[in-house]
């Protein structure tokens, strides 16, 4: 015979088992319907499942995510999708031109970067223009939009491109030329670009154009926390690289080493920088003298130097790989640049604009190559 006590606890425990039961079911039917919506939006691309999210797809393209999200925003009938995976926050990328303007544009104060974005470039870039939202980055905002606009430092810029090119690149490149020798283009533009933009940004010359001497400590510091914070981003999981930061161990301790060097360099320059100015020795054509001129606090230069030269550095000389590679690519295209380049240089003979002249030509090459490349393309297609 069946004990009352037992079947009389069973009986109470019914509704408990019931409401754990909806609860489940309640659970389950959010994750579907979040997994459906993910997929929705990602065009059933990268493959998401419940929970893990595309964790696993992550993972496998983790060494080439650029062209990885490429694939999948050609894919997306709104050249948008959503990246959700475990342990990091939902990701949209976009490049739908009318997201991207709605974004920076229209309402640009509703899309702050935020902190998961911050504290991935937070150690190297600090308080700098790229990592920082609200006041902060209006101030700087409003400071570079000033300078940057001033004819005395488009004056000097030009003028130290002219001395960049004439007296460091084109003299490699002869010799180059004249020795049939070969080298890697990407890091000589890189070397270059870098080089201008110390010049520009520090007022200092401190890279070594040739590329058969070593790399600076500086570049190499530079390469390396950009490298580790890169990584940070494209981490499956961003618990690992906080808790080696924790720790210390690692790629962040190379980061915190990197840093420190780039802090260190950067704080030096500034510290003779103002002795300079106190002296009234300094030319105040530099962006540096002229955010000290400002009376910036020194953390904050510092901060905003680094950021203006990781904006110059790897993305001019990346440009200009892509332009010359393009261009050996059509050599077609190659050859109307070059005659037009001629026809140019004759026009500008020992004129000082000439070097502004040349990038405005050089642009329009690139443009008549874009067109030349959409035409190809619409009539494969």
């Known amino acids: 015979m069946a004990n009352p006590v ?37 065009g059933h691309k990268p493959p998401t499942y419940p929970i893990i999210g595309c964790l696993v797809s992550f993972y496998k393209n983790q060494g080439r995510l650029l062209d990885w999200y490429t694939e999948l925003l050609a894919e997306s009938a709104t050249n ?68 940057f606009t001033a004819k005395s430092l488009r004056e000097f810029f030009v003028m130290t491109l002219e001395e960049e090119v004439e007296k460091g690149l084109l003299p ?10 070969v080298v890697d283009l990407q890091e000589l533009l890189r070397r270059f670009a870098f080089n201008m933009v110390l010049k520009v940004s520090l007022g200092i010359d401190r890279c070594c154009l040739d590329p058969s001497r070593p790399v600076p400590p500086l570049t190499r510091a ?22 080696k930061k924790w720790l210390g161990i690692g790629s962040e301790r190379q980061l915190k080493s990197a840093v420190e060097e780039i802090h260190r360099y950067v704080s030096e320059i500034i510290i ?11 030319r105040d054509e530099d962006l540096l003298s002229r955010l000290i001129l400002a009376g910036h606090e020194e953390e904050v ?11 110059g550095r790897d993305t001019t000389s990346a440009a200009m790989t ?31 604009v000439f070097v502004p ?15 030349k490349r959409t035409q190809t393309s619409m009539k494969s297609n």
């Not at 019931?18 to 990602?42: A, D, M």
């Not at 490699?172 to 020798?181: G, H, K, P």
């Not at 037009?340 to 500008?348: A, I, P, Q």
Request: net charge positive; glycine share 6%.
């Open 6 to 42: 037992s079947m009389s606890i069973f009986i109470l425990q019914i509704p408990s088992l019931l409401l754990l039961y909806i609860l489940l079911l309640y659970l389950f039917n959010v994750i579907l319907r979040k997994f459906r919506l993910v997929q929705k939006f990602s």
């Open 222 to 243: 530079f390469d390396k926390a950009s490298e580790i914070c890169a990584k940070r981003g494209a981490a499956p999981l961003f618990i690992v690289w906080k808790i």
């Open 272 to 282: 003779s920088k103002k002795k300079m100015i106190e002296k009234g020795e300094n």
């Open 172 to 181: 490699i490149l002869e010799s180059l030329a004249v020795t049939a020798e």
């Open 301 to 311: 230069i510092r901060d905003m130097v680094i950021n203006f030269i990781m904006a």
């Open 322 to 352: 892509w332009l010359f590679w393009l261009l050996s690519c059509h050599p077609e295209i190659e050859k109307e640049v070059v005659k037009e380049t001629k026809v140019l240089m004759e026009r500008s003979s020992a004129s000082p």
């Open 80 to 147: 948008t999708i959503v990246v959700h995976r475990l342990g990091a926050r939902r990701t949209v990328v976009t490049a739908n031109p009318g997201n991207v303007e709605y974004m920076l544009k229209t309402n640009f104060n509703n899309f702050p970067k935020g902190q998961p974005f911050t504290e991935i470039l937070g150690d190297f870039l600090g308080y700098g223009i790229f990592n920082v939202d609200g006041e902060l980055w209006r101030t700087q905002r409003k400071f570079a939009s000033h300078e």
């Open 357 to 371: 002249l040349l990038t405005a030509h050089m642009a329009g090459g690139l443009e008549v190559l874009v067109q």
